[in-house]
């Protein structure tokens, strides 16, 4: 009877700390060479995209969108939906692989959710999870609704924040726990990580990884050492702007 407890202690603690499977989150993606198309072949597991609303459209640009600014949709959306076509329903040859698209809000979220959800309902096969496991994950980051608006969305889920509370329902809308790493620590991956930080560091991972979510930091230090260090603390998804660099450092 003691030897069944103990396993079962075993069993429950290990899936109370167990990280979630390593992932890369592409960072600004529209602003590589070839935006969509590096982080797609080096297999991202969430490819991001800040979103203004411009003249009745969803335009994709860091800053305040010119007259010019390339759309959501033909920087992201159709390519996703031709590589759902071209794979008969998958978003690549590899059956293993399908990543999320990360909206980072800049506008009004209650101008900018509708306009994004009439685009990606426009082509369920490539965009409802519902209608096709493989399909891509739409999450919301940025600018984003209040908390008890998240049920009224369909199709899209949320980026979370260690500093917020959700009900069990509202969690279920909540693809990821994020936060400034600035937040907690300024190292800048050179030298070590004070254990200070490190402690603070485990205490909020502990907490994303207590409600089952997996957690990433922005403004992480940017390099081997920074990435090797925090997927050692339990960081499930290292934001980066060299997405290649990374995937070879730590996949």
């Known amino acids: 009877m003691l030897r069944t407890l103990f396993i079962i202690h075993l069993v429950v603690s290990f899936a109370a ?37 411009q003249d009745g459209k969803l335009v994709v640009s860091h800053d305040k969108p010119q007259a010019n600014a390339p759309t959501l949709d033909s920087l992201y959306l159709k390519p996703i939906a031709r590589l759902f076509e071209q794979n008969k329903g998958k978003p690549s040859s590899d059956r293993d692989y399908t990543f999320s698209l990360v909206v980072d809000v800049k506008d009004n979220p ?22 096709n496991p493989k399909a891509v994950q739409v999450i919301v980051s940025g600018n984003r609704p209040k908390i008890e608006k998240y049920l009224d969305y369909p199709l899209i889920q949320f980026d979370g924040r260690p500093s917020e509370v959700y009900d069990q329902e509202t969690l279920q809308r909540v693809a990821l726990i994020s936060d400034n790493f600035r937040s907690y620590s300024q190292w800048n991956g050179t030298g070590e990580l004070s254990d200070l930080d490190r402690d603070k560091l485990k205490r909020v991972i502990k907490r994303a990884h207590s409600d089952s979510k997996p957690i990433r930091f922005w403004a992480i230090p940017d390099n081997p050492v920074g990435w090797k260090q925090l997927k050692k603390l339990g960081v499930d998804i290292l934001n980066t702007d060299k997405v290649a660099e990374c995937v070879e450092a730590v996949r």
Not at 110 to 131: C, E, G, H, M, Y
């Open 17 to 53: 700390t167990t990280a979630f499977a390593q992932k890369i989150h592409a960072h600004n993606d529209y602003a590589q060479p070839k935006p969509f198309v590096n982080a797609y072949e080096q297999r991202a597991d969430f490819i991001e995209a800040d979103v203004w609303l």
């Open 110 to 131: 209650t101008d900018v959710l509708p306009k994004l959800i009439d685009l990606l309902q426009q082509n369920l096969t490539s965009f409802s999870r519902s209608a």
